[in-house]
């Protein structure tokens, strides 16, 4: 069965119709905003507005959490580290042997968590609702990004869904030759690196034959025509100043609390 | 549909040698294709039949890619100046699809010759209504079967509008209603642009009829025939030529060895087996009973898609059974257990030997010898004149002994496949499976092959191959277990 990168599942209503770079454009500011300061606060206000965007993915709660379960361990292993190591300020919340957590502490770690989750977010907005040719679209006809070089790289991404199918294949090939997953560490991992090996040369030969394939049709020859015109409507404004909102919103919250703690002071 | 003046081709002296070789892929070459004619192109294995395809289509590449003599010319220019008035359509289905949906797909020639984009949505739907292709713009590529991706690719290329076809073995890889689908859309798009056309198919049957010119390439230079179908491939002397050369002539099937039917021992037994292609995946096909014994050939037939591959993959011990039972009996389990899957690699090898469709997938080594030798030396530590004594006579039997020191990957297409074979035949197993042995091989290999795996028989092994191939089934005299949609049904004796 093959994994089909390039017609990933697209959910929601209003968001596929908003044109890729302006979700990019919301997504990059959000994040730009929320990395600029460590503090509860900015980051709570994004996550917070991230949150009651959510319903217009149409994803369940089970499967928004399928797909981000990664970012949320990882926030919850950030949060914990720093609430451990940072400086030790404030109350003494808990203390235990060698472990011991403070309000400064905590708050320190309660940021950086709820930071990862407010950048993790905006990326799984942009990929849950847009199509990878759309995207390819926008970034050469509005970015004018080199035409060659986008339509290289979505092609491209189309044979990782087929390597895929072939590592798999590739597996029980070696295995009918009598080179198993089995025998020791070092053993397994020679096996390994062969089969890398073995995928690094079908991967080649199949791009190889993919760029003649391109060739023949004409691609690269000179400039080119566009079947599909990436445009812009009026949900590209609300998409593109929802972004703009959310971000200002932390900043002003933040600065009023008090909170505001930008990276490079 | 709009009609573009259709192209001639010639090409005077002209050669191609790759990067590396010393020998020429063609050379000597002079050819004149008028405009609309319908040209099939044959010629031997390693004859240049894709290198001259590739040539007119210019895409062999400038100096650095390769070394040319006299000239090519397309539509009056060189072939690298015509692009876009040629299109060409290669053999596997999955390589030359560049985009997701297939409206894209379509519409990227025609968006590389800058075209408007105004015009080119009618000529995307004009090229896919041409072929016969019946699905919404946004149907994923994906989800197409290998007959209606070729058709596809075909349609992908008309929208270019070109006055020349290139086809090279279009279908090789397909499923006999595929060819016979593909071919069909060929003829119809012909019959509605008039383009010229040159093909390259082993297989002569199917497109005989519908070209007007069999240009023979001879593999040594220049050409070997050249004149319309009947005169070609019925005359005496060129017959023989193209029978001697390995070239597929109607009429003709080649001699092979025969299989005396004698009934061995009962070695493998699948009783209401469901197989599934991933782990806890779906059951691409479910309740097969069937007994594989020492000394027969069973084929497993069928569309593609259907689940024969997956078959052939449980059978031979390399993935779970979904549910039902798989029980190797005790002539071929000898102590290694009842379940094939949990064999461990150096145990499968010497009981159920495998070979895959593409031979590449099987080479873990540098040399020749080095694959032959390797799996003897996992079975068990053996000695050097052991080792010699086992792999000697294959590699005699399979034409392999001059190439003993060459790198794998650098055989030719015929030579991997007897590679293929023969590191399987080097542990002896008691059950050689197949999948799509003879996808793409010419009529010598195809018979070589057959005898190989006839003797293999006659010597009490068991056969197993998944194929579309009905004269190999027969040769064989092969059980045949028909797989279609989700059931398997094992038939009499082919």
């Known amino acids: 069965m093959s994994v089909d990168v390039l017609n990933p599942e697209i959910t929601g209503r209003l968001l596929p119709r908003a044109n890729p770079l302006s979700k990019l454009f919301a997504a990059v500011v959000i994040s730009v905003v929320v990395m600029l300061s460590v503090d509860w606060v900015s980051a709570g206000v994004v996550l917070g507005g991230e949150l009651l965007l959510l319903p217009l993915l149409g994803i369940s709660i089970r499967r928004l959490f399928l797909r981000a379960w990664p970012f949320v361990v990882a926030a919850l292993i950030a949060a914990y580290g720093t609430a451990l190591l940072a400086e030790k300020t404030g109350r003494v919340l808990f203390e235990w042997g060698p472990l011991l957590f403070t309000e400064g502490s905590v708050g320190a770690g309660l940021a950086i968590g709820l930071r990862g989750l407010a950048i993790a977010l905006p990326g799984l907005f942009l990929l849950s609702s847009t199509d990878p040719t759309d995207l390819a679209d926008a970034l050469a006809q509005r970015l004018k990004m080199p035409h060659r070089f986008v339509l290289g790289a979505l092609a491209g991404m189309r044979l990782v869904g087929l390597l895929l199918d072939e590592w798999r294949t590739l597996g029980l090939a070696r295995h009918a030759r009598g080179v198993g997953h089995e025998g020791n560490p070092a053993a397994r991992f020679g096996n390994f690196l062969g089969q890398a090996f073995g995928l690094m040369v079908q991967a080649i030969r199949r791009a190889t034959r993919l760029a003649v394939a391109m060739e023949a049709r004409g691609f690269g020859a000179g400039p080119r025509t566009w079947a599909r015109a990436s445009t812009f409507s009026g949900v590209d404004v609300v998409v593109a100043l929802a972004g703009v909102l959310i971000a200002a919103l932390a900043v002003t919250a933040a600065v009023l609390t008090g909170t505001w703690n930008f990276i490079l002071t | ?494």
């Open chain 2, 1 to 494: 549909m709009a009609s573009p003046n259709p192209v001639s081709v010639t090409a005077r002296g002209w050669g191609w040698r790759h990067p590396g070789r010393s020998r020429w892929a063609v050379r000597d070459l002079d050819l004149i294709v008028e405009a609309g004619e319908r040209v099939l192109l044959l010629g031997a294995s390693g004859a240049g039949k894709s290198t001259l395809l590739h040539g007119l289509a210019g895409v062999l590449g400038g100096h650095d890619e390769g070394e040319q003599a006299g000239e090519l010319i397309v539509d009056g220019v060189s072939p690298a100046a015509a692009r876009g008035r040629s299109g060409l359509v290669l053999q596997d289905p999955d390589t030359q699809l560049v985009l997701a949906r297939v409206g894209d797909e379509v519409a990227f020639g025609a968006e590389n010759l800058a075209v408007p984009r105004m015009d080119i949505w009618p000529r995307v739907q004009q090229a896919l209504d041409g072929v016969g292709l019946d699905v919404p713009l946004s149907h994923p590529t994906t989800a197409l079967s290998g007959g209606q991706k070729q058709r596809l690719a075909l349609a992908a290329v008309l929208a270019m509008q070109p006055g020349l076809l290139l086809l090279d073995e279009p279908t090789a890889n397909l499923d006999p209603d595929g060819v016979v689908e593909v071919r069909d859309a060929v003829v119809r798009v012909l019959d509605q642009t008039s383009a010229t056309l040159v093909v390259v198919e082993h297989r002569v049957d199917v497109w005989a009829d519908v070209v007007d010119r069999v240009v023979v390439l001879d593999p040594d230079g220049g050409i070997l025939a050249d004149g319309d179908p009947a005169a070609v491939l019925r005359s005496g002397a060129t017959r023989a030529r193209l029978i001697e050369e390995g070239v597929w002539v109607p009429g003709h099937r080649p001699e092979t060895r025969a299989v005396s039917t004698s009934s061995g021992t009962d070695l493998l037994r699948a009783s209401n087996l469901a197989v599934a292609r991933i782990k806890r995946g779906p059951a691409v096909l479910d309740g097969v009973d069937l007994t594989l014994r020492g000394g027969e050939a069973v084929s497993v037939l069928g569309p593609n898609g259907a689940g024969k591959s997956t078959l052939a993959l449980t059978l031979a011990g390399l993935l779970r059974p979904r549910s039902g039972s798989l029980d190797a009996l005790e002539p071929l389990a000898r102590g290694a257990g009842a379940k094939p899957f949990g064999w461990k690699s150096a145990q499968l090898v010497s009981r159920i030997g495998t070979v895959f469709q593409e031979p590449e997938h099987q080479f873990l080594t540098n040399t020749v010898l080095e694959e032959l030798e390797f799996g003897p030396r996992r079975v068990a530590r053996h000695s050097e004149e052991e080792i010699r004594r086992r792999i000697d006579p294959i590699a005699e039997r399979l034409r392999l002994t001059g190439l003993l020191k060459a790198n794998p990957f650098t055989l030719s297409g015929g030579e991997k496949r007897r590679l293929s074979v023969a590191t399987m035949l080097a542990t002896n197993p008691d059950i050689l499976i197949l999948d799509e042995p003879t996808f793409g091989q010419d009529a010598n290999t195809w018979a070589e092959l057959v005898t190989l795996l006839a003797d293999l028989i006659n010597g009490g092994a068991c056969v197993v191959s998944v194929t579309h191939d009905r004269e190999y089934t027969s040769a064989l005299g092969s059980r045949v277990v028909a797989v279609d949609g989700a059931s398997a049904s094992v038939e009499a004796v082919a």
